[in-house]
T-cell receptor
Framework: DQQVKQNSPSLSVQEGRISILNCDYT??????FLWYKKYPAEGPTFLIS?????DKNEDGRFTVFLNKSAKHLSLHIVPSQPGDSAVYFC?????????????FGIGTKLQVIP | EAQVTQNPRYLITVTGKKLTVTCSQN?????MSWYRQDPGLGLRQIYY???????DKGDVPEGYKVSRKEKRNFPLILESPSPNQTSLYFC????????????FGPGTRLTVT
């Protein structure tokens, strides 16, 4: 049972345009959400996060939106750059026995075309 | 430089031959975790540790062992590897468990024949 779903395995976007990566979750106990970016042959790196008490968090070209009623979050990248081409993992965490257990989605591969 | 290191980066071994993948972090983080990444399955947690001598199972712990004798090190042990453990493994550490960012190592590509 996938609690964090990234239904688009891949996405292609022209350089300069907006990239929108989507993520759905089923566990209503999730209270913190994160996005990680992963380049080939490297480990994932943290990109941006959002607490469940907020509906938007912005960091430069990256904005994460959270719609709790729909159990949906999205990552917007504006403008998209070729260096943004990577696999993006959505992650969500929930309290579990004294720490926050993190669950990852399967990832979306973004290709930004110059 | 803050980092998580893993060794080896690549390993090919045979079924049943015990192996250890080392993980070390230099950020004094209390929380460390092991994940495996498989096509179509994303990152799945194998084991985690909240502090020295405190470890617990993640989502896919079968066939793996861990230990946390020092804060900086969190080795992953495969006592009797099998082909279904062929995967890409990542170690990660963080200051606050699931809150805030985790720092990931570069990955270990394991092939069990």
């Amino acid at each position: 049972d996938q609690q964090v779903k990234q239904n688009s395995p891949s996405l292609s976007v022209q350089e300069g345009r907006i990239s929108i990566l989507n993520c759905d979750y089923t566990n209503s106990m999730f209270d913190y959400f994160l996005w990680y970016k992963k380049y080939p042959a490297e480990g994932p790196t943290f990109l941006i996060s959002i607490s469940s008490i907020k509906d938007k968090n912005e960091d430069g070209r990256f904005t994460v939106f959270l719609n709790k009623s729909a159990k949906h979050l999205s990552l917007h990248i504006v403008p998209s750059q070729p260096g943004d081409s990577a696999v993006y993992f959505c992650a969500a965490s929930a309290p579990a026995g004294g720490y926050q257990k993190v669950t990852f989605g399967i990832g979306t591969k973004l290709q930004v075309i110059p | 430089e803050a980092q998580v290191t893993q060794n080896p980066r690549y390993l090919i071994t045979v079924t049943g031959k015990k192996l250890t993948v080392t993980c070390s972090q230099n950020m004094n983080h209390e929380y460390m975790s092991w994940y495996r990444q498989d096509p179509g399955l994303g990152l799945r947690q194998i084991y985690y540790s909240m502090n020295v001598e405190v470890t617990d199972k993640g989502d896919v712990p079968e066939g793996y062992k861990v230990s946390r004798k020092e804060k900086r090190n969190f080795p992953l042990i495969l006592e009797s590897p099998s082909p279904n453990q062929t995967s890409l493994y990542f170690c990660a550490s963080s200051l606050r468990g699931g809150f805030g960012e985790q720092y990931f190592g570069p990955g270990t590509r394991l092939t069990v024949t």
